[in-house]
């Protein structure tokens, strides 16, 4: 499995469902699915629809849809996000990161490499053409994950994590040449694999930084198999 972190000793049981009780169930229960999609407005890049659902009560409601205008045909996934391992002799594992400036946010952040899926590619395609653009650096495509979604409360984005190893040791490694579009701007940051989430509160303390949730979970979940791998805290009584 991809980025399994979840000792085999954990019994199938420990995943449940619950089923909570709802006033609005009294009401009936049908299959909630969206009704129709009308667009409101709309960009070079992404565009704002008013989404009417049927809620599970049998209800007609509305929502606020932000989705990308760039998906292409025969995809699920608009991007692909890459946790990207640098392999070298004598030295730790790294991960290759990446900072820069996010207009919405207003300041940098620390990010994986990513990219969008450009017309004919494959996410393994997508990955391995981004994490030579971003950060110079040529790998190996040794994981994919299914289609995953990014904000579901806010959008229909969707993306494909791409594992990938890099041999530092290959000449062509040793010394990465980004190959930056116009207006891109991206800094390479190298972190210890099993130093990850420790160097990360360093960042923070140091910069003026925002942080992409998938690298902090992942930070979490790298610090808990190198340190506490037998312990699962949401198993504790």
Not at 77 to 106: E, N, S, W, Y
Not at 144 to 149: A, D, G, I, L
């Amino acid at each position: 499995m991809f980025l399994n972190f979840l000792p085999s000793y954990v019994p199938s049981s420990v995943v449940q469902t619950v089923k909570m009780s709802n006033p609005e169930e009294t009401k009936g229960t049908t299959t909630p699915h969206v009704v129709k999609e009308e667009l409101m407005a709309s960009g070079n890049w992404v565009k704002l629809e008013k989404t009417t659902y049927m809620d599970p009560a049998g209800n007609t409601r509305t929502w606020e849809t932000v989705k990308r205008t760039t998906r292409q045909k025969n995809t699920e996934a608009d991007g692909v996000g890459i946790i990207a391992v640098l392999k070298r002799t004598l030295h730790k594992d790294c991960m290759v990161m990446v900072k820069q400036f996010r207009p919405p946010l207003g300041c940098c952040t620390l990010e994986f490499p990513a990219g969008l899926i450009d017309e004919g590619e494959t996410a393994e395609m997508t990955a391995l053409r981004e994490l030579k653009e971003e950060t110079g650096y040529r790998g190996e495509v040794v994981g994919v994950t299914p289609v995953t979604c990014l904000d579901p409360g806010l959008s229909n984005c969707t993306t494909q994590i791409v594992l990938v190893n890099i041999n530092g040791d290959d000449g062509e490694n040793i010394h990465p040449t980004q190959e930056l579009g116009d207006g891109e701007f991206v800094e390479v940051i190298l972190l210890p694999l099993d130093e990850i989430q420790t160097k990360i509160n360093d960042l923070l303390q140091k910069e003026k930084i925002m942080v992409d949730s998938k690298v902090y979970i992942f930070a979490m979940g790298m610090a808990q198999a190198f340190f506490k791998p037998r312990e699962l805290p949401v198993l504790k009584q």
